[in-house]
């Protein structure tokens, strides 16, 4: 069983950074695909970042590209998002998520198997 703990997540002034954390228990993470969505309240459940296995494929929602980074170090079991020049509209629970299926990059929620608990994100204005 796979176990995903986010860490990282706070109240930050507009235009501030965070960096989030995943760390994987119960397998390695480098045969995982990792992913981070985030939910707002009132809202569905939203992509923000995808990396592939390997970690050299990454994909981006179009409101957060050029502004976070997903990464992932598999001799850590850990993967992270780097948030910079963060916005109001930014807010939300974030989530990593990870598919032991997949080799390449998932948009998709359902293509994942093991969630973290989440870890709010609050940017003020």
């Known amino acids: 069983q796979v176990q995903l703990v986010e860490s990282g997540g706070g109240l930050v002034q507009a235009g501030g950074s965070l960096r989030l954390a995943c760390a994987a228990s119960?397998?390695?993470?480098?045969?995982?695909?990792g992913g981070w969505f985030r939910q707002a309240p009132g809202k569905e459940r939203e992509f923000v970042a995808a990396?592939?296995?390997?970690?050299?494929?990454?994909s981006y929602a179009d409101s957060v590209k050029g502004r976070f980074t997903i990464s992932k170090d598999n001799a850590l079991n850990t993967q992270y998002l780097q948030m910079n020049s963060l916005k109001p509209e930014d807010t939300a629970v974030y989530y990593c998520?990870?598919?032991?299926?997949?080799?390449?990059?998932?948009?998709?929620?359902?293509?994942?198997?093991?969630w973290g608990q989440g870890t709010q994100v609050t940017v003020s204005s």
């Open positions: 998520a990870a598919s032991f299926a997949r080799v390449g990059v998932s948009l998709a929620p359902r293509d994942y198997d093991y």
């Open positions: 119960g397998r390695t993470f480098s045969n995982y695909a």
């Open positions: 990396i592939s296995r390997s970690g050299v494929r990454t």
